[in-house]
């Protein structure tokens, strides 16, 4: 048994006054990894969705498909927040690991930090571009 729905349910509501129940969807042990962060416990989960919060406008998760088998989970998503009243979109997915009690104990995203990211900021996302363009294959038409 998981928790998958009332997790996803958090997550797509996520506040910073609802931070503290990720205890109730995680393992005191539970480990997060994105291309940004890899770590483990609670406190420190909490600590990225709070730095979330700090340094984002208005984000949100828009939750879309959801494969559940056995104890394992993979849900896309899409992250929704703006930076100086500019909106942006990441597109990811996660893998979720839930124990017996139906905790996580493995989260970790997927997502092209380049492409979703890096690429549409002003100043680093010119040489990102340039570079993606030059390592791209060039189809013949």
């Known amino acids: 048994m998981t928790t998958l729905l009332p997790l996803l349910n958090w997550y797509s509501t996520l506040t910073p006054h609802t ?46 498909e959801q494969i559940v088998q056995h104890q394992q989970a993979f849900v896309t998503w899409t992250f929704e927040f703006s930076l100086n009243g500019k909106p942006y979109q990441i597109v990811g997915g996660s893998h979720l690991v839930f124990n017996e009690a139906g905790l996580v104990t ?36």
């Open 106 to 141: 493995l989260h970790r995203d997927y997502w092209d930090a380049a492409e979703e990211l890096l690429q549409k900021l002003p100043i680093v996302g010119a040489p990102i571009r340039w570079l993606r363009g030059k390592f791209a294959v060039k189809h013949d038409s």
């Open 19 to 64: 931070i503290q129940y990720a205890k109730q969807f995680y393992t005191p042990t539970a480990r997060f990894k994105d291309p940004f962060n890899d770590v483990t416990g609670i406190p420190a989960i909490e600590s990225i969705f709070k730095h979330m919060f700090a340094t984002t406008e208005n984000p949100r998760f828009v939750i879309g």
